[in-house]
T-cell receptor, first 115, second 113 residues
Framework: EPEVTQTPSHQVTQMGQEVILRCVPI?????FYWYRQILGQKVEFLVS????????KSEIFDDQFSVERPDGSNFTLKIRSTKLEDSAMYFC?????????????FGPGTRLLVL | RKEVEQDPGPFNVPEGATVAFNCTYS??????FFWYRQDCRKEPKLLMS???SGNEDGRFTAQLNRASQYISLLIRDSKLSDSATYLC??????????????FGSGTRLLVRP
């Protein structure tokens, strides 16, 4: 069964450093997402991406964040200058398309720790 | 007010018990509804979609009441492997039919031998 993959599984970085989290969505999917989950809290939407542009972004997704689909397979989330409060699990998700009943499939996540 | 509200639990039940989880959502623009399951430090995994007519998948039954903006999940004959956090999720439309998932905080279930 096809699945969403993410690398790295864990990333430790110093405050102020740039990080790039990578995702390979399911191959025939058209919609791509990033969510994050701070330890002990709920999963929160960050950004949706379709047709090579951002469809929607949350208040969390400020100028320090960017997304890119550099080729036909990868989907990346970049945090330009990490802050302590960026420490969280970051999940990539993809959806094939269609209407609201199409579900999103999640990758295993990247655990980011900012020191 | 939270957009999706759930009782955080934990629900601590013996194997074989029946357990029910409830969820309410506040945004009437929400179009579709799901229950996801999340194991500790893992990604959310779809358990089942929730339809107005109610739907069943083995030991799991989900119901939706749009008028009350209420969603439920019933688990019959609980197994040890059902221990997890159950996330009530609503799907809200966005630009380009992008939709986004809005998660509740989850209800933790512990099934004991």
């Amino acid at each position: 069964e096809p699945e969403v993959t993410q690398t790295p599984s864990h990333q430790v970085t110093q405050m102020g450093q740039e990080v790039i989290l990578r995702c390979v969505p399911i191959s025939n999917h058209l919609y791509f997402y990033w969510y994050r989950q701070i330890l002990g809290q709920k999963v929160e939407f960050l950004v949706s991406f379709y047709n090579n542009e951002i469809s929607e972004k949350s208040e969390i997704f400020d100028d320090q964040f960017s997304v890119e689909r550099p080729d036909g397979s990868n989907f990346t989330l970049k945090i330009r200058s990490t802050k302590l409060e960026d420490s969280a699990m970051y999940f990539c998700a993809s959806r094939r398309g269609g209407g609201g009943r199409e579900t999103q499939y999640f990758g295993p996540g990247t655990r980011l720790l900012v020191l | 007010r939270k957009e999706v509200e759930q009782d955080p639990g934990p629900f601590n039940v013996p194997e074989g018990a029946t357990v029910a989880f409830n969820c309410t959502y506040s945004n009437s623009a929400s179009q579709s509804f799901f229950w996801y399951r999340q194991d500790c430090r893992k990604e959310p995994k779809l358990l089942m979609s929730v339809y107005s007519s109610g739907n069943e998948d083995g030991r799991f039954t989900a119901q939706l009441n749009r008028a009350s903006q209420y969603i439920s999940l019933l688990i019959r004959d609980s197994k040890l492997s059902d221990s997890a956090t159950y996330l009530c999720v609503v799907n809200r439309p966005g630009k380009d039919s992008s939709y986004k998932l809005i998660f509740g905080s989850g209800t933790r279930l512990l099934v004991r031998p």
